[in-house]
Nanobody, 111 residues
């Protein structure tokens, strides 16, 4: 299995970014997918996850109402739409399925 994230970058507070994670090497449509993040000096934390068909989602309290996780099973891709970004959202964001992790994409929220 392989996961490749993209879409990170530098954005001002209040801005938006959309992260993408392209999966390969497994039956993508059969698995729940997750986004995690890790800020400097902090433990990795779950941001959001989505069921295999996309009908069920969960969010960390810190991102509820601002982030949206979605997936396109035809494209083997899971997305994380991040709106109203705050400096505390600064972290490396990782895509995850079971014990497989992507390389991460850096998100920096700063003026």
């Amino acid at each position: 299995a392989q996961l490749v994230e993209s879409g990170g970058g530098l954005v001002q507070p209040g801005g938006s970014l959309r992260l993408s994670c392209v999966a390969s090497g497994f039956t993508f449509s059969s698995y729940r997918m997750s986004w995690y993040r890790q800020a400097p000096g902090k433990e990795r934390e779950l941001v959001a996850d989505i069921s295999s068909a996309g009908g069920s989602t969960n969010y960390a309290d810190s991102v509820k109402g601002r982030f949206i996780i979605s997936r396109d099973n035809a494209k083997n891709t899971v997305y994380l739409q991040m709106n109203s970004l705050k400096p505390e959202d600064t972290a490396v964001y990782y895509c995850n399925v079971l014990r497989t992790w992507g390389q991460g994409t850096q998100v920096t929220v700063s003026s």
